[in-house]
């Protein structure tokens, strides 16, 4: 399978040696410019923050099985196996400016992106259908990994998600066929707890460890143009 492939790619780049005092260089890095919104744990704060990112990085392929497992299911595997096509190759075939990047940094930057497309074609599946392709919200998590790549770079790669997303805009088309309509009919009708427990991967909020003061909104609103759409 391709995401075992993505899985020891990660595992690779985590057991070479130096990458783990990257990784902690990259946190020193990021934290002065982190939004005054998203605040760190007063003890151990950049090892949580570390911990955040293997975490991130670590999830693209639990949630690509999932949503592969999701939509087959519900006979609309035509319509989601192009992005998670893509997703995968973000990190098998990482566009230039991402894979030119040493050891976690590609990594990270390659799970931006994956997870990023994911949110969007999920964003614009509620925009047409009322419902998420699948019960995931990776806005938080993204927003503090785009701060932490920091800009312009960060929103560099939000265009190569936007770019990636309008290429295929056409698929929004097996959005009208039967399998969808009855797809979005029975979410409506009895939630998503059956698929929650199959695959709770889905619902794992990554930025649990992180916290977040009251004016998350503001920094959501903020980051509206560049990281969301």
Not at 67 to 88: H, K, M, N, V, W
Not at 118 to 146: F, K, Q, W
Not at 196 to 209: T, V, Y
Request: charged share 25%; hydrophobic share 45%; net charge negative.
């Amino acid at each position: 399978m391709r995401t075992n492939r993505i899985r020891e790619i990660i595992r690779h780049i985590r057991a070479e040696s130096g990458q783990l005092a990257r990784l902690r260089n990259l946190v020193r890095e990021s934290i002065p410019r982190l939004h005054g919104a998203i605040q760190l744990p007063a003890r151990n704060g950049e090892a949580v923050l570390a911990d955040f990112i293997f975490r991130y990085i670590e999830h693209v392929p639990n949630f690509i099985d999932a949503l592969r497992g999701l939509t087959r299911e519900a006979g609309i595997y035509d319509y989601a196996s192009i992005f998670l096509l893509q997703a995968e190759d973000f990190f098998l075939h990482p566009p230039a400016m991402v894979a030119s990047r040493p050891g976690v940094d590609s990594l990270l930057h390659e799970a931006y992106l994956a997870h990023r497309l994911i949110e969007e074609v999920n964003d614009r599946v509620v925009a047409r259908c009322g419902i998420p392709l699948a019960p995931m919200d990776m806005t938080r998590a993204n927003l503090v990994v785009h701060q932490l790549i920091g800009e312009p770079f960060a929103n560099d790669l939000d265009f190569v998600v936007l770019y990636s997303t309008e290429s295929h805009i056409n698929k929004e088309a097996l959005m009208e066929n039967e399998a969808f309509h009855r797809f979005v009919h029975e979410r409506k009708a009895r939630g998503w707890q059956t698929e929650l427990n199959r695959w709770p991967c889905l619902a794992e909020d990554l930025s649990i460890s992180l916290l977040f003061r009251a004016d998350m909104a503001l920094l959501l609103e903020e980051a509206q143009p560049s990281a969301i759409h």
